[in-house]
């Protein structure tokens, strides 16, 4: 009842909390085969891919159901997955499938999807990264640049895969993973910056270098 009241209380106060894994394994629990070594390669991934799915989608219950989703998805091809692996890593290409067939269940007619040529053609001046942000502040920020480029900020910057490791999380070549992450970056960095300067936090660092 405790577990409950306290879950209640974090979502009337919008925290997002990761699904519990009672509620996973509960699911899980109708398979018959063996799942301990599942549990114990699979499972302590789950507030990782929770965290970057809050970020994909910007709702919890999104989230919460892309989540299960990717997690029985591995469940039901555990025995493709090879031991020794990184299995973060096979979660995540996992996660961000299930990401994409839900968005394509929401949104039933085609989208118009900018290129990455037009978008960083439309970026602002190149500024430096501001201090004294909150990290509501910088999330907020990273939800408005552009979704091909918060990804692989997220893989890289935020979950710290490697290159290759993106490269096929996204089912995209190295060079492109580079390339978004450059802008990407550059996109994080003039939104940053904006805030900054809202603050005066860049005007005051101006005056403090014009001393």
Known sequence: MDDLSSRDSNESQGVKSAPRQGEVVAILSAAKAPRERFDAEAMPHMN???RTACRLTGERGRAED???EAFLQAWKSFDRFEPGTNCRAWLFKILFHCVNHQRRRIFRFPLLKQTEEFIEANLIAKTSLPDKLSDAEILAALDRIPEDFRSVVLLVDVEEFAYKE???????PIGTVMSRLSRGRKALRDQLSAVAESYGILRSKSKEQSA
């Not at 993106?166 to 995209?172: M, R, Y």
């Open 48 to 50: 990782d891919l929770f």
């Open 166 to 172: 993106v490269a096929d999380i996204l089912n995209i």
């Open 66 to 68: 892309a989540v299960q």
